[in-house]
């Protein structure tokens, strides 16, 4: 087990959060970690697919391969995943 340093204010915050879902505190920290790890991979998923955009001969090339999936559908949790496909894929199986 690691221990984590926090300030008293966040872990009151967190034992409070613990107790109203009657789970212990490191699966309170498991479950608010898990989204912020998601946000940053479509954070640096968007950042590659700008600078990609921006090189058009890069687009033009990689444009029959691409499925371009909306993250609005992964942010609503609809189960999206995103594969390398003929341009031709509109949505992945």
Do not use: H, N
């Not at 915050?13 to 009657?22: P, Y």
Request: glycine share 4%.
């Amino acid at each position: 087990m690691t221990m984590l340093r926090i300030d008293e204010r966040t872990k009151a915050v967190l034992r409070a959060l613990a107790e109203q879902r009657g789970e212990p505190m490191f699966r309170v920290v498991e479950e608010l970690v898990e989204p912020a790890k998601t946000e940053q991979f479509f954070a640096a998923a968007d950042a590659a697919y700008q600078r990609l955009r921006a090189d058009s001969d890069a687009w033009r090339s990689a444009s029959g391969v691409l499925v371009v999936v909306p993250l609005t559908s992964v942010s609503r949790g609809i189960p999206w995943r995103v594969r390398v496909a003929p341009a031709e894929c509109q949505r992945p199986a």
